[in-house]
Antibody, heavy 121, light 110 residues
Framework: QVQLQESGPGLLKPSQTLSLTCTVSGDSISSRGYYWNWIRQHPEKGLEWIGYIFYGGNTYYNPSLKSRITISVDTSKNQFYLKLTSATAADTAIYYC?????????????WGRGTLVTVSS | QSVLTQPPSVSAAPEQKVTISCSGSSSNIGNGYISWYQHLPGTAPKLLIYENTKRPSGIPDRFSGSKSGTSATLDITGLQTGDAADYYCQTWDTSLDAIVFGGGTTLTVL
C-alpha cells in the first residue's frame, strides 16, 4: 500500500521560506515507473500544480512559481522536498505531495492527505 | 480563476446518474488527456479516471469518463450517498507549460 505523508511547519511569517517534506512508504522513490509531484489547494478551493521531480533529480516547475521554488529528493530517506521562498499570504494553502505514473496527462495516482500552511504575520 | 471550467455544483438523487463537465481549450483538453479526481475534504484525493477513459484498479465502472474536442465529462451512475464529494478535472496545458485543474464541482446526493 503506497502512502505519502506531508510534513512541515504549519505557520510561517511573510517573506520566510516554506519547507515541506514528503515521506513515501510502500514504494521506492527511486522507482523508474513514477515521478513525484507537489500540488497545493488554496482556501477558495482551486488546485495549483507546483512542480515535480524525477528519481534522478531532474525537476520541472510551474512557470508561475519557478523563480521561488526548489524541489529535491533524498532517495536514501525515500523523501522528497519542497522549498518556496519569499512566502506571502497568497501561499496559504493545503500542500499535497503525489505520485505520478508515466501515463499521458500526468495523473496523480496516490496523494498524501495534505498539510495546511498558513502565511501570516 | 481556474484554466478548466467546471460547474460549481451538481446534485441528483441516489441511484440516479450525474454528469460533470470540464471545459477547456485547444491548448489543454483539445490536445491532451484528462484525469478526474474525487476529493473528500480532509482526505487524500482519489484518482478516478486517467487518459480520458481509463479507471485505476479498484474504481467501480459506475464512474466513466469521455472527451470530445475541448470538453470532457465524468459520468457517475447508480449514485450512492458516499459519492458526495468534490470532483476535479486535470490535464496539461501546452501554452502555460503546466498541469492545470478545473475549479472543482461539489456533488450533492439528495
Amino acid at each position: 500500500q503506497v502512502q505519502l505523508q506531508e510534513s512541515g511547519p504549519g505557520l510561517l511569517k511573510p517573506s520566510q521560506t516554506l519547507s515541506l517534506t514528503c515521506t513515501v512508504s510502500g514504494d521506492s522513490i527511486s522507482s523508474r515507473g513514477y515521478y513525484w509531484n507537489w500540488i497545493r489547494q488554496h482556501p477558495e478551493k482551486g488546485l495549483e500544480w507546483i512542480g515535480y521531480i524525477f528519481y534522478g533529480g531532474n525537476t520541472y516547475y510551474n512557470p508561475s512559481l519557478k523563480s521561488r521554488i526548489t524541489i529535491s529528493v533524498d532517495t536514501s530517506k525515500n523523501q522528497f522536498y519542497l522549498k518556496l521562498t519569499s512566502a506571502t499570504a497568497a501561499d496559504t494553502a493545503i500542500y499535497y505531495c503525489t505520485r505520478v505514473p508515466w501515463y499521458s496527462g500526468n495523473p496523480s495516482d496516490y496523494w498524501g492527505r495534505g498539510t495546511l500552511v498558513t502565511v501570516s504575520s | 480563476q481556474s484554466v478548466l471550467t467546471q460547474p460549481p455544483s451538481v446534485s441528483a438523487a441516489p441511484e440516479q446518474k450525474v454528469t460533470i463537465s470540464c471545459s477547456g481549450s485547444s491548448s489543454n483538453i483539445g490536445n491532451g488527456y484528462i484525469s478526474w479526481y474525487q476529493h473528500l475534504p480532509g482526505t487524500a484525493p482519489k484518482l478516478l479516471i486517467y487518459e480520458n477513459t481509463k479507471r485505476p484498479s479498484g474504481i467501480p465502472d459506475r464512474f466513466s469518463g469521455s472527451k470530445s474536442g475541448t470538453s470532457a465529462t465524468l459520468d457517475i451512475t447508480g449514485l450512492q450517498t458516499g459519492d458526495a464529494a468534490d470532483y476535479y478535472c486535470q490535464t496539461w496545458d501546452t501554452s502555460l507549460d503546466a498541469i492545470v485543474f478545473g475549479g472543482g464541482t461539489t456533488l450533492t446526493v439528495l
